[in-house]
């Protein structure tokens, strides 16, 4: 009577251990479909990615600037981001007073 049960149970193990094996399955990437020459779908997506940070923000380099005589700026000659050399004009100041 314990024979069939047994049976059954046996053949139940051997099937589930016929499934399982040492190693995953292969994912197939881009590049192996490529290299085989397969055809893959491209689609362009975009993520939304909303990353909020707190935080202190400092310049690499800071320069004061000062004239020898009070007087109104008449024009700015350079912009921010711009590279200078030393003696480089950077403004001009009205000189009407």
Do not use: F
Request: include cysteine; hydrophobic fraction near 50%; charged fraction near 20%.
């Amino acid at each position: 009577m314990h024979r069939p049960s047994t049976l059954a149970v046996g053949l139940i193990g051997a099937v589930l251990l016929a499934g399982c094996s040492a190693e995953p399955p292969a994912i197939e990437t881009a590049q192996s479909a490529a290299a085989i020459g397969a055809r893959i779908a491209v689609r362009d997506t975009q993520l939304a990615a909303v990353i909020e940070v707190a935080g202190t923000v400092e310049p690499v380099q800071q320069a004061t600037l000062s004239t020898r005589v009070m007087a109104t700026v008449e024009a700015v000659l350079v912009h921010e981001g711009d590279r200078v050399v030393a003696g480089a004009v950077l403004a001009r100041l009205d000189t009407r007073d």
